[in-house]
Nanobody, 113 residues
Framework: QVQLVESGGGLVQPGGSLRLSCAAS????????MSWHRQAPGKERELVAV????????NYADSVKGRFTISRDNAKNTVYLQMNSLKPEDTAVYYC??????WGQGTQVTVSS
């Protein structure tokens, strides 16, 4: 049974940082491209960052380049999203995805003073 469990969301002030984690199980994690997506209220879900199976290829949405960093630990079956210099417009539910196929349940990130 495939499971993706996100954690690390919360309320943070503008300019602050959060690190999201996504623990994976039920599939061969090291073989899958992993990605983070987000969905703000009233908006469509959008791709935030993607990392190749081996971790050597990274891509980011223009809106987060230079502020967010995606990484993975294949020994721990976990993918991370380090988010720095957070802005109110980063407020959304953040979802972990495996292979553009499996989804986690999401974790809320709220950036507000």
């Amino acid at each position: 049974q495939v499971q993706l469990v996100e954690s690390g969301g919360g309320l943070v002030q503008p300019g602050g940082s959060l690190r999201l984690s996504c623990a994976a199980s039920g599939f061969t994690f090291s073989s899958y491209r992993m990605s983070w997506h987000r969905q703000a209220p009233g908006k469509e879900r959008e791709l935030v960052a993607v990392i190749s199976s081996g971790g050597g290829i990274l891509n980011y949405a223009d809106s987060v380049k230079g502020r967010f960093t995606i990484s993975r630990d294949n020994a721990k079956n976990t993918v991370y999203l380090q988010m720095n210099s957070l802005k109110p417009e980063d407020t959304a539910v953040y979802y972990c995805n495996a292979g553009y196929h499996y989804w986690g349940q999401g974790t809320q990130v709220t950036v507000s003073s």
